[in-house]
């Protein structure tokens, strides 16, 4: 595993990023995150970091000021910008102080893995595929994240389930939509869509016990704006319309 620092002054895209990225099947671990580049350097004084992961533009000590400084120092530490389209003159600058490449914000899972898989392979041809932390260190950070992830997006789905979507939840963790989706397929083997269907109709299930519930207004209350569709997803899931299953229970037909 190749160390990791991230650096950026917004708490939210800091953790999100060092958190709930799969950093160690790309062979990083996240040793630090920090909100300014004079930060980054007094982390470089105590520990050895492999790569930075910096926003360009910060308080304090920009990441193109972390750059020019630890080029002056002829540190070799790796430098990736975290950076909005706007920014692009500074990247310019930021390449002559040895900076590896460039993350557009919003960061997007594609991108980042691209950037960080090529940097990966440069960093094996350099150090002849070295490790420089502990396997165990990095996939226990990652599992502990992923955990969290998950917990979140079942909890964010769990309390808004009549208007819970894809888009929301990534909004929620602070990352893209296609990478919430991929990740949540990949660690509890169900994709986002149908966990979202089984919540619904758990709670439809519920509110079928309830007499006093028509189907048209469970319809609404799990999120529904067409009773039939809501009654055909219902069928899909139990086997059994909604009247039938309130009459006769999820029991087999």
């Known amino acids: 595993m190749y160390r990791l620092l991230i650096v950026d002054d917004e708490y939210e895209i800091r953790n999100g990023i ?58 070799r530490t790796k430098i990736v910008f975290l950076t909005g389209h706007k920014d692009f003159e500074l990247v310019k600058e930021a390449l002559i102080y040895g900076a590896r490449d460039y993350v557009v914000k919003p960061t997007k899972y594609k991108e980042l893995a691209q950037v960080f898989t090529k940097l990966k392979e440069e960093l094996d ?20 994240g992923s955990d969290v992830l998950v ?31 991929s990740y949540f397929k990949k660690k509890t083997g169900s994709s986002f869509s149908d966990y979202l269907i089984s919540v ?9 016990a309830d007499p006093s519930y028509r189907t ?17 997803t219902f069928k899909a899931f139990y086997g059994k319309n909604p009247r039938d ?6 029991g087999e037909e």
Do not use: C
């Open 151 to 181: 917990a979140r997006i079942k909890a964010y789905v769990d309390e808004n389930y009549k208007d819970a979507g894809l888009k929301d939840v990534a909004r929620i963790v602070h990352m893209n939509p296609y990478y919430v989706s």
């Open 245 to 250: 299953f309130r009459h006769e229970g999820p």
């Open 18 to 75: 060092s958190s709930y990225f799969p950093w160690d099947e790309l062979g990083f671990a996240v040793v630090g995150d920090k909100e300014n580049g004079q930060e980054a350097l007094e982390f470089l004084g105590q520990q050895q970091v492999d790569v930075i992961l910096t926003d360009i533009k910060m308080p304090v000590m920009s990441g193109l000021e972390l750059a020019r400084e630890l080029h002056n120092r002829n540190d």
């Open 216 to 232: 048209y207004e469970i319809s609404d209350l799990v999120g529904y704006s067409n009773p039939k569709n809501f009654s055909k």
């Open 200 to 208: 619904k109709m758990g709670k439809a299930a519920e509110f079928l």
């Open 125 to 144: 041809r350099e150090q002849g595929g070295r490790k420089t932390v502990p396997e165990g260190a990095g996939a226990g950070q990652a599992a502990a």
